[in-house]
Nanobody, 123 residues
Framework: QVQLVESGGGLVQAGGSLRLSCAAS????????MAWFRQAPGQEREFVAA????????YYANSVKGRFTISRDNAKNTVYLQMNSLKPEDTARYYC????????????????WGQGTQVTVSS
């Protein structure tokens, strides 16, 4: 498993932007597919975006497509989530996940998860 630490969350007004980061431990980061999930209070965890190990393939939930961008820097062992045009319904705790298998990471079956970072969007 890989250790994951998220950062970059905070309070932002609707229409604003935030960039989340997820730093991973280990020397095999490029072999992991990475994903972002989110969970609001009282709701189930929701897939947001994923990226393949090499960064060539990305996946997005329909609710964030066109507003969020996932990217990674394998030299820095870090994956990012750029969030633009934020809406109050984007308020949630955002989690980073990693797995060798991209299908597992998209399904949320990853073996490695971070502790999350809180994003709050005010109206």
């Amino acid at each position: 498993q890989v250790q994951l630490v998220e950062s970059g969350g905070g309070l932002v007004q609707a229409g604003g932007s935030l960039r989340l980061s997820c730093a991973a431990s280990g020397r095999t980061f490029s072999t992991y597919a990475m994903a972002w999930f989110r969970q609001a209070p009282g709701q189930e965890r929701e897939f947001v975006a994923a990226i393949s190990g090499g960064g060539r393939t990305t996946y997005y939930a329909n609710s964030v497509k066109g507003r969020f961008t996932i990217s990674r820097d394998n030299a820095k062992n870090t994956v990012y989530l750029q969030m633009n045009s934020l809406k109050p319904e984007d308020t949630a705790r955002y989690y980073c996940a990693a797995d060798f298998n991209v299908l597992k990471v998209v399904r949320g079956d990853s073996g490695s998860w971070g502790q999350g970072t809180q994003v709050t969007v005010s109206s």
